[in-house]
């Protein structure tokens, strides 16, 4: 039978950390101590000996996984990349999330997912590991502690296969190795549904408070993305819990104001500090952290009304198609986001009605069925938002289904082997099986050039797998555990060869996919920012834009957006050059930070010898190239100054930024249409010495996507006035030196 909670094994004092306390030794007799490093590597005395060193094993090969080629993604978001610089350079701009040191304008997102790379690069120095080794450790810590949740409750087994899950999962491995908030945000998740699951075994305060704690710096990592699973939470508690109803109302007060106080703090610190001495908000259109987060951040992700955003969505309802893909039940199983998130998840659905059947007529307390409710609730409240939200929505965001899936296929998975006994239970655990092989058959199917030799077998052994798990209660022991064996290992083929793919190759810009290209349509592979909505960007032709008339280009020149991402298997369907690079040799996803083109080996100077490139929608997913000379400009003088320059767009600014290491402002934030600065604000700039060049090209061109108008004026009345100085194929017009 399935394991419950035992007061008398797990005391209200125990932490999953260590063992329990030990029983008093008999009269006469003396426990022999054993070491710390013992201790850990033996676990709980009453554990099988195979079970600590097989979590410590699974930990160490994610990390190791996840460090694999990890400086292959360079500076992976230079957006964010740029932020985290600027932090490791001022404690204001690491207070606030700016984007420079300067303190001009802050990321569109609060700055808690900034902070831990901050703090590494402050301590290592700037480099593509100190800015996504932090990363990788959120990974191993989201493992961690789904395997903890899933131990404590059920089995040793059971957490194993959870982990095991997670950690395979193709876009956990893209996004624990990526600079984005996701990574912070997915373990914090992680964190609060655990907690709440300690909360209901014995109904102790502190455990709620703490998962609103959790939740609350959530939310200062991704705003209010940290909500969605906190009808979930709140309703199983309420139900659920150990003590009477008046203490629960009261327990989840109380961890609703840790919410607001471990939220709110920097909140209400930037909302009250004077406008006139702190960054700009980045993404809103009134300086207000407040409206942004309900605004663009939070109801505009819903119904696609994103002011200064580069476009919306379907509509609701479903099966709205628009800017950023298909909404509908099916979003998560669609060509687009299938191959990110959903390997398992059938079987997940699968496995969470059998693990509801199977604890229905337990008392309403029941920490097992609980346990399901918290993973369940919270896998499927956060799959229907993102099935029929209507704003920008990226592939990578399933990230955060990816630990609620994991918890309930080893929750799921435990459940029904302790029951295969029973006929429905096989069943059921068979059911599951086929539904993975077959789905992972049917996603191999959409990349078929994509090792074509994996998708017959992972078919044929989970069908051969799930009979045998038919009759697993009749069989042996060893038998059934063939079976099982061999049903999991079907199940998690195909997703991990997914997630090799994704380790090989480096990823870069603002749009990111894993797996092999193809995989996610829309983002144009793997290290490729595709344009919303799939296809080529307005006017592009099926090769490159090279800017001009009549070429289909960008603004300014740069390689639109869909045309990158890298393909294992030699020329890509449209013609374009393996691994993502142009026919001109200049890598889509700009310069790595050693000097190398993205993903395609030594270059010298990264392609140009100039700086520009990346103008548009180009400039605004994947920043532009910066070259030699181009930094050399740029560095002259540059302690006399508060910026070296001003570009339009927060992706080309944060490319010289991060290739010179001085302060670039970005003109109208991420999409180059936020009002900031004013063309006022800009020529006081000017007139006080404050900037020395002005970037031409990059953001989104002044006629797209809704532009404000501030960054049009700036780049006319910059234009006109200021002479211009060419650097190999780059433009910058020099503000200290007017063309009169």
Known sequence: MTTHYDPAVHTPAEDDGGPPPEAPAPPGHHRPRRS????????????????????????????????????????????????????????????????????????????????????????????????????????????????????????????????????????????????????????????????????????????????????????????????????????????????????????????????????????????????????????????????????????????????????????????????????????????????????????????????????????????????????????????????????????????????????????????????????????????????????????????????????????VGGLVAALGLVFAGRLGRRTALAAAGLGLVASLAAPTAYTLSTLREGHSGSIVTAGPSGAGMRGGGPGGGGFPGGGNAPGQGQGQGQGGPGTGGFPGGGTAPGTGGNNQNGQMPNGQTPNGQTPNGQAPNGQMPNGRSNQNGPTGEGGRTGGAGGGGMGGLLNGAEVGSEAKKLLEADADSYTWVAAAIGSQNAASYQLGTGEPVMAIGGFNGTDPSPTLAQFKKYVADGRIHYFIAGGGMGGGMGGDSGAASQITSWVEATFKEVTVGSATFYDLTSPTD
């Open 36 to 459: 710390r490093f013992g201790r850990l590597w033996r676990g709980r005395p009453e554990d099988p000996s195979w079970v600590r060193p097989a979590f410590l094993a699974l930990l160490t090969a994610t990390a190791l996984l996840y460090l694999y080629n990890l400086d292959a993604s360079g500076w992976a978001n230079s957006f964010y990349s740029a932020a985290v610089q600027a932090g490791s350079q001022s404690w204001k701009a690491f207070f606030f999330g700016s984007l420079d040191a300067g303190n001009a304008i802050t990321v569109d997102k609060p700055p808690a997912a900034l902070w831990p790379m901050a703090l590494a690069v402050r301590i290592f120095g700037l480099s593509s590991w100190s800015i996504l080794v932090p990363e990788v450790l959120m990974g191993v810590g989201t493992v961690a502690v789904v395997y903890a949740a899933v131990r404590r409750r059920f089995s040793p087994a059971a957490g194993l296969i959870a982990g095991a899950v997670l950690a395979l999962t193709p876009v956990a491995a893209l996004m624990f190795r990526f600079n984005n908030p996701d990574a912070l945000l997915a373990l914090l998740m992680s964190l609060a549904c655990y907690l709440v699951v300690r909360a209901l075994e014995d109904g102790r305060t502190k455990w709620l408070v703490w998962a609103g704690v959790a939740i609350g710096f959530a939310f200062l990592a991704k705003t209010l993305q940290a909500f969605l699973i906190l009808p979930a939470l709140a309703l199983v508690y309420g139900v659920c819990a150990p003590v009477r109803l008046r203490k629960r109302l009261g327990q989840l007060a109380l961890a609703t104001a840790a919410i607001v106080v471990s939220g709110g703090w920097w909140v209400a610190v930037v909302e009250l500090w004077p406008a006139s001495s702190r960054p700009y908000v980045g993404g809103s259109q009134n300086n207000s952290f407040l409206e942004l987060t309900f605004g663009y951040n939070g109801l505009g992700r819903l119904n696609g009304e994103e002011t200064g955003s580069v476009g919306g969505g379907g509509g609701p309802g479903g099966g709205g198609g628009g800017q950023w893909g298909e909404t509908g039940w099916d979003r998560m199983f669609n060509a687009e986001i299938g191959g990110q998130i959903s390997w398992l998840l059938p079987a997940a659905l699968i496995l969470l009605v059998a693990g509801l059947l199977a604890t229905r007529r337990a008392a309403r307390t029941d920490a097992v069925r609980a346990s399901f409710l918290v993973w369940g609730g919270s896998l499927l409240m956060t799959a229907a938002v993102f099935s029929y939200m209507a704003g920008i929505f990226h592939q990578y965001y399933t990230v955060a289904l990816a630990p609620y899936l994991a918890a309930v296929v080893g929750m799921g998975a435990a459940t029904l082997w302790e029951r295969r006994e029973r006929i429905w239970a096989s069943l059921a655990l068979a059911a599951a099986v086929t539904a993975s092989a077959a789905w992972g058959y049917v996603l191999l199917d959409r990349t078929p050039d994509y090792l074509p030799w994996l998708r017959m077998p992972v078919l």
